[in-house]
């Protein structure tokens, strides 16, 4: 009896006949037919073809597509699910299972799927990038402290579009939306911390691909010309994070300073909504620690932690 994922590992972006499928796996074209519709029940973008057959949505993060596009340590250790609670717990269980650093879990569609502050990410089967990075690193807390800019600065180089509100929001040109700018994705890092030492850190990243309601899902990014798919935007992120995160030991000071040449944040006005409050005032700098800068009443305020909100791009 084959299974589900037996024929996962046969599909890809080109259709593919039920009856090659069949001959290729030993099952009759029924079973094919069947277990094509357990995996979209499971969550994966199967798509159907009447005289094609049957195939992967194209750009699908399958390991196989990784694999050819994939270089460095990220993602060596690699899991494409369907539908989960949330990658974040499903790497948290292999992180205290043991699993090394740069393992990735990429799922179609979470049940549970968290934002920062404690609101909830929706992702769409074949709509959405939605996966979760395991860090284990051997740095001190302090240093750590650039940690999201450097996950943003990865976020924003991989899809190669859009800027960064900070801390580590992409934001797009979207004529349609409210300020101008719409988010196309968000980072959320949640860390195991044992007095000075940091056990690991799940850095989980949901990026909103397509352009809802767009005609040809296999592309993204038509926003601002660049067309790229999910499989090649998970690949360049990993790769940017692992370049991005190894700095970390030797050049914070890059760091901040192509983090700023980001932002869409510095130099507008922002609304801040902080655990001590609402500042609201002039974005001028992002210090040192990755604390962003806000003059206020003639005042300087240094936000570590908040909700910033653009009030008026120049
Ligand atoms: C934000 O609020 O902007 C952060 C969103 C982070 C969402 C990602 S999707 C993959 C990972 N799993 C989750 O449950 N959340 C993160």
């Known amino acids: 009896m084959v299974n589900v994922l037996e024929l996962l590992a046969c599909l890809h972006d080109q259709y593919q006949s039920g009856e090659a499928l069949a001959q290729r796996l030993g099952i009759s074209r029924v079973a094919v037919w069947k277990q094509v519709a357990a995996l979209r029940r499971a969550g994966y973008p199967v798509q159907t073809q009447k005289g094609k057959g049957y195939r992967l949505m194209p750009g699908a993060p399958t390991p196989l597509a990784l694999e050819t596009l994939r270089s460095g340590r990220f993602g060596q250790m690699y899991a494409y699910l369907g539908t989960v609670s949330s990658t974040q717990d499903i790497l948290k269980k292999w992180a205290l299972d043991g699993a090394e650093e740069g393992s990735v879990v990429v799922a179609e569609r979470q049940v549970r799927g968290r934002g920062r502050r404690g609101r909830s990410w929706a992702s769409e089967p074949g709509n959405s990038l939605t996966f979760s990075v395991l860090l284990r690193p051997q740095l001190p807390l302090s240093s750590l402290a650039l940690l999201p800019l450097v996950a943003g600065l990865a976020l924003c180089e991989a899809c190669g579009v859009g800027g960064l509100k900070w801390p580590n929001d992409l934001l797009v040109a979207d004529p349609k939306a409210e300020m101008g ?53 998970l690949a360049r992120f990993l790769q940017r994070l692992e370049t991005r995160y190894a700095q970390l030991h030797y050049d914070l000071e890059g760091i901040l300073r192509e983090y700023k040449a980001k932002s869409y944040t510095l130099g507008q006005q922002v609304s801040v909504r902080t655990p001590r409050g609402q500042i609201a005032g002039l974005a001028t700098d992002v210090a040192p620690d990755g604390s ?12 570590g932690a908040g909700d910033v909100q653009l009030v008026g791009l120049l």
Not at 187 to 195: K, T
């Open 292 to 303: 962003l800068l806000v003059a206020s009443s003639g005042q300087m305020h240094r936000v």
């Open 181 to 233: 700018y719409r988010k196309m994705g968000g980072i959320l890092l949640e860390a195991q911390i044992s007095g000075e030492e940091v056990a690991y850190v799940i850095l989980g990243v949901g990026i909103n691909v397509h352009r809802s309601g767009h005609s040809k899902p296999e592309i993204a990014f038509l926003d601002e010309f660049v067309a790229i798919s999910r499989v090649h935007v």
